[in-house]
């Protein structure tokens, strides 16, 4: 077992290159399994477990998978089960995605119920409602969704609220569906307009990703395609954050800077400099930044998975911020992690009201999901003395080599194994 040992007080200076996005990824691969002829070859895969994990599942099912370092190509012509129920598939979230991908190809699919990160009740009600008013029947049965219709017809949906998993997954299976299927109230994340691109290039007819609503028209049959997967939006994110919070000048590359608007306006707002160039964004700090309020949205809004990267940064800045989290409502629990290293947080339902301290103190405290993982690396980063993240497999499931990243941009930090 491994954890990060991070000596903390170093600026950080230098440039960066983001991965691929972790959300897009975990959409598209599941979806490539719905081209029944030639191989889908995506570039741009970022090395994560959460990736590695569905690769294994799609083998599972009897995809032939090439990986490379940053690509895979994938022959799902020959697919030998519509069953997927393997440890992996418990695991992780994304895995709701073979439900849409299977009942598109095959019209039938038997799927474990999903993982994920502990950060709330992660219901899959709206997903399911998609899938019946495809003409699909859905029952839960032994921990499993079962999902068989003898057709798929497209049709009008209205999502009660804004999903990204029920956008995604109902517009896999509503693009080989028979004739024009309407989406409202969907997500608008660029990871729901990656996916629609994706399915696209493979001869989908989708139309208003990243809008109010998708336009769907159904189509006889996918084919493979090659594809680059978007860069990361939180990735970058995670590591604007960290340069904010540390002090120095760092040159995020491979981004799209339109992604990144609600986090560069606050770390503006807070008093960090954000220069855009194309298609990277420097961030240039004293470290000495001032407290804001922030109120976690669906796109184009701040993004709950940035919250909690944020909220450590926020632990030093001056005055009192206040954090209202308005996705998951147990997005808090790094909180007790960060008090450990002596911050002055305060956590009421889905609001958390954080003075400022002047400092950090180096601890030893545990990643309680991936973000949160993130969030306590950049606490060690800030603080004074020696910090230990244990349960970084958390952070290993959406960050490639974050150690290696911040320690190209002089931070102290080393990943020890160590036994329990
Ligand atoms: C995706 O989760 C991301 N995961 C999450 O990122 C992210 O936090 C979340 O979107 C919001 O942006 C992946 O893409 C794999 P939702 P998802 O469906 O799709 C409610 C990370 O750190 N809801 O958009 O599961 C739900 O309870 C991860 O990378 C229903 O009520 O999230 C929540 O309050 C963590 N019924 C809200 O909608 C449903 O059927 C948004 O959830 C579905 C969702």
Redesign the pocket.
Known sequence: MDKLVINGGNPLFGSIEINGA???A??ILPAAIMASSDICSIDNIPNIE?VHCIERILSSLGCKIKTGRNSVVIDSTDIVSMDANTNDVRK???S??LIGALLGRFKEARVEL?G??P???????????GFEALGARVEIKHGCVIVKADKLVGTNIF???????????VMLAATLAEGITILENV?K?P?VVDVANFLNSMGANIKGAGTEAIRIVGVKKLKGCSYSVIPDQ?EAGTYMIAAAACGGEVLVQNIIPKHLESISAKLIEMGAQIIEDGDSITVKSNGKLKGVNIK?Q??PGF???VQQPLSALLTVAEGRSIINE????S?FKHVDELKKMGANIKVEGRTAIIDGVEKLSGAVVKAT???AGAAMVIAGLIAEGTTEVLSIEHID??YPNIEDKFKALGADIKRVSYSK
Not at 160 to 166: E, F, I, K, N
Not at 326 to 329: N, Q
């Open positions: 972790k959300n897009a975990v959409a959460d992780m979230r994304a709701y995605y999903p994920g990160c950060i709330g009740v992660r219901p899959i009600d709206q997903h399911i409602k999502f009660d609220v804004v999903s990204v998993g029920a956008t995604i997954n997500a994340e990871h939180i976690t669906p796109y993004p709950t998975d308005s996705i998951w409502e997005r999901d991936l973000r499931r959406g």
